[in-house]
Structure formats: structure tokens, C-alpha cells
């Protein structure tokens, strides 16, 4: 049975993660350098995120799957300007499927579905305000191995590239998809050199690390091992690794 990223690092024999705070407490701006914040649970509001020290968030531009109820699903234009008048970075990505769920992980459609998901994405992040140069990130939100990758994965990830363009398009995943996608040519270019559009979880990552990722998410809620506490809500920090990570508020 496959397991999401959240099944997974519940039940991994690893240490829980450390945090900069004891979880039952707001964290302070410890980003080192630079932190944003991704949403497991629900909206944090623009002027809270600041106030934690976090430079930003990834905020999603899909639609909201069957069953679901988050409220963070798709960004809203509303939403978006909140956080630029904040002063805050925005990141695009993209998750309608997840293992488990009647509508299964986004990968597993292939070329056709790749082709549909990145004209979704495409129309979510134009309606936000999202800048037609800023990449979008697609979630590989399951531990898939090398031969997973390349009989579903990168085909799916070849029909988003027809719609966004491969410069545009980028990936989530543990640290072998960052790899693959990068030696298969389907994600683009930072605009700091020896980066490419990859955002890496460490789960099922086991300790290593893509060096041409822009995006590091370091701290992964669950269950067992809680994100940080901004306000009560729990949320997924994400480490910057590179000027250009693919914010909104860039020229390129």
C-alpha cells in the first residue's frame, strides 16, 4: 500500500524533528537564513506569517479535491494581494490527488493529465495575480521509485511542460525525484546558477539532499511530529536555498 508523506513520517523510526520552539509556542523569526511556510491545515493569514519571521508562503493553485475542507485551496486574489502588501514572497504550487482519496495522486494520470493539471494551474495562478515568468511547482507527494518515475511521473510531468513550458515548471518530491526530474530535463531553471525548479521534502529523503534545489522543506507536519505553531495552527516550514526560488515578486 502507498503511503502519503504524513503516513510515512508517522510511523518512520526516526527522531522527531527538533524545532527552534517548543511546538506549543509561536515561533520567532529563526529562519536561517530565510523560512517560508507551507499550509497542512489551514489558512494563516498574511499579517501572522510576518509576525512569526517567516519571509513567505507556497500557496496552492488547484481546486479543492472531493472530501476535502481546507480552506487554503485555490488561492484567492484577495489573499494573494494581502500578502504582497504584507511584504511578503508568494510561491506557487500545485496537489489536487493524494493517496488515499477518491481522486488518487496527480502523477499517476500521465501525459493527458499532465496536460489538464497545468492548464488548472496556469488559470488559478493567473487569476491570483501569479506573474506569467514565476514557476509552478507540482507535488510528487508519495516515496515513488525510479521505475514509478518513469512510467507514470515523467510522462505526466512532460504534458504539464506542453502547457507551462519546461522553464516554468518545477517539482516537489523527495530528493531522487528532484534528481530524475532534473537528468529527464522536465523542470526549469533558477535564474541562480546551479539551481532548477526543485523543492525538496525531506521525507523519504533519508538524510539526502538535491544540491541544485531552491526549496528545502525541513519541517514536516504530523501527527507525531507536529510543524511549528503559528497562532494554533501547525504548519510545513520550507529552508531558501536560492535568490531566485521562484517568487512572484522577482523580475526575470
Known amino acids: 500500500m502507498t503511503m502519503s508523506r504524513r503516513q510515512a513520517l508517522r510511523f518512520a523510526a526516526a527522531a522527531p524533528l527538533v524545532l527552534a520552539a517548543p511546538v506549543s509556542m509561536t515561533p520567532t523569526a529563526s529562519a536561517a537564513p530565510t523560512q517560508l511556510i507551507d499550509f497542512t491545515e489551514r489558512l494563516v493569514w498574511p499579517e501572522q506569517i510576518k509576525a512569526a519571521g517567516y519571509a513567505g508562503a507556497l500557496v496552492y493553485v488547484s481546486e479543492l479535491r472531493p472530501g476535502a475542507d481546507f480552506d487554503f485551496k485555490p488561492v484567492t486574489r484577495e489573499y494573494a494581494d494581502r500578502m504582497r502588501a504584507a511584504g511578503l514572497h508568494i510561491v506557487s504550487c500545485y496537489q489536487y490527488g493524494k493517496p488515499g482519496w477518491p481522486t488518487p495522486s496527480d502523477f499517476t494520470r500521465g501525459y493527458t493529465g499532465g496536460v489538464a493539471d497545468a492548464q488548472t494551474a496556469l488559470r488559478l495562478h493567473g487569476a491570483a495575480g501569479g506573474p506569467d515568468t514565476a514557476p509552478i511547482f507540482f507535488s510528487v507527494d508519495e516515496d515513488i521509485d525510479s521505475d514509478t518515475w518513469k512510467t507514470l511521473a515523467v510522462d505526466w510531468f512532460r504534458g504539464i511542460g506542453s502547457v507551462l513550458g ?5 517539482i516537489y518530491g523527495h530528493a531522487l525525484a528532484c534528481g530524475w526530474a532534473i537528468g529527464d530535463g522536465v523542470i526549469g531553471h533558477s535564474t541562480t546558477p546551479g539551481h532548477r525548479w526543485a523543492w525538496q521534502t525531506k521525507a523519504w529523503s533519508q538524510g539526502a539532499r538535491e544540491p541544485a534545489a531552491v526549496l528545502f522543506q525541513s519541517a514536516v507536519n504530523t501527527a507525531s511530529t507536529p510543524g511549528p505553531l503559528i497562532g494554533d495552527i501547525h504548519v510545513d516550514t520550507d529552508d531558501v536555498l ?9 523580475a526575470r
Open 166 to 170: 519546461v522553464e516554468r515548471t518545477g
Open 242 to 250: 536560492a535568490d531566485d526560488f521562484g517568487q512572484w515578486d522577482l
